[in-house]
């Protein structure tokens, strides 16, 4: 496609990017499963900005909406399962032509029930998307779900990309979590990114002095492609108490938060602040040599190329009835 390959010439960031690592991440939240295959997902990717799972969703959606044609509309897999499946194309609003898959199932003991939705979007000025919904329950009261969406447009001549996710889950007792992360590139080196995870115990559970029943914790950096920075983090808990969500601020007179953040702009001086309810606070610039990342360690071009089925999308008039 033209428009990411023009934007690449311009833009003043290496074209030759560092490979991406990924690192595992700690199993600090419920183990309720994803959709059909829970009992062979893999919960060691990093709950944010994660290229192989990323990949993962995008092969897969583009591998059910293809492949959707050649397949009956319902069957029985090997393991029992019964299936059902419905296609469609639509027009929203904007003029973007949507093509989905949707195939709902239920398991041979009659104890899950899931759907699953995916999609590819296009129309003729370079917008591309692909996305999947899915979602499930049992009969032991658990219910999860799972959205994902990637996009790239075409704006002032300039490209963008745009990747979202959003994941929960619910266990029969009430213990519940949630992911939520979104990233946002542009070709002239911006970018921006955020995560917000909390995840809570059953509500009426015994608690010593000092411990929460909900967990919070975002944090999120932006680039301005100059070599300006800023990066933030805030972590906070709950009780709760009576008939409401309070802090602990009361009955054990202590509550829990604390919150930071760096900015860099290349100058020399660094402005840091941030603050906690243990009485910390600080705002201050500080003039020092200090190293940090000028450009992001995963950025556009990491992104162009680890979309490749994002940019095969095709436009409405290049897509065969």
Request: charged share 30%.
């Amino acid at each position: 496609m033209e428009g990411p390959q023009v934007a690449r010439q311009t833009s003043e960031l290496p074209i030759s990017s560092p490979p991406v690592l990924e690192k595992d991440r700690s199993l600090g939240f419920l183990p309720i499963p994803f959709e059909r295959k829970a009992y062979e997902t893999s919960h060691n990717l990093p709950p944010f900005q994660s290229l192989v799972e990323f990949s993962a969703h995008a092969a897969e959606a583009a591998d059910a909406i293809h492949k959707a044609r050649e397949l009956s509309p319902q069957g029985i897999n090997q393991d029992g399962t019964t299936w059902w499946m419905e296609t469609g194309v639509e027009q929203r609003p904007d003029g973007v032509i949507c093509r989905w898959t949707m195939i709902r199932g239920v398991s041979v003991d009659q104890a899950v029930d899931w759907q699953e939705k995916y999609w590819e979007a296009s129309d003729e000025f370079g917008y591309k998307e692909l996305g999947s919904e899915k979602a499930g329950r049992d009969v032991f009261g658990n219910v999860w779900s799972e959205k994902w969406r990637e996009s790239m447009l075409q704006e002032n001549g300039l490209a963008h990309l745009e990747k979202t996710a959003d994941k929960w889950g619910k266990n029969a007792e009430g213990a519940e979590w949630q992911e939520k992360w979104w990233e946002h590139y542009d070709a002239s080196g911006k970018s921006e990114k955020w995560a917000d995870k909390w995840c809570s115990i059953v509500p009426n559970t015994p608690l010593e002095a000092g411990h929460a029943h909900v967990w919070h914790e975002r944090w999120g950096e932006q680039y301005d492609g100059y070599g300006g920075s800023v990066k933030y983090t805030d972590k906070w808990a709950e009780r709760c108490e009576g008939d409401g969500e309070t802090g602990w601020q009361g009955k054990h007179g202590d509550r829990w938060n604390r919150t930071w953040g760096e900015q860099h702009n290349g100058s020399g001086w660094v402005h840091k602040y941030g603050k906690s309810s243990s009485g910390e606070h600080w705002d201050t610039h500080v003039e020092q040599e200090t190293w940090y990342e000028r450009f992001p360690h995963y950025g556009f071009y990491h992104c162009f190329d680890n979309s490749v089925q994002l940019w095969e999308v095709k436009k409405p008039s290049e897509m065969s009835e």
